[in-house]
């Protein structure tokens, strides 16, 4: 039962470390766009679709593996009762402290 704890612990920070991956990528891509024109720009809106896309299913996994466990519910719900922390914060927290 530890092991698989443990094994799901490490999924979810993998899966916390490349949302916030994949967040950088979208911030800098944004950046970038708004000193394009032509088709570099249409790359950077389709690469900016393709991130969005991604970043909901990956949260939407995220989302799953918190649900099959229930400290780790119970955790998030305690953390999101406290103003400025949502859903991805609490999230984050649980994931990265013991």
Known sequence: ??????????QLSELISRRRQLVEMQTAE???????CGK???DIEADIE???GSLKQLNQEIQEL??????????VNL????????QVISTTLVSDLP
């Open 1 to 10: 039962m530890l092991a698989i704890e443990s094994e799901t612990a490490r």
């Open 30 to 36: 944004k950046n970038r766009r708004s000193r394009s």
């Open 40 to 42: 570099a720009l249409a």
């Open 50 to 52: 393709y991130l969005e």
């Open 66 to 75: 918190t649900q099959n466990n229930t400290q780790w519910i119970d955790q």
């Open 79 to 86: 953390l999101k009762t406290t103003p400025g922390i949502g």
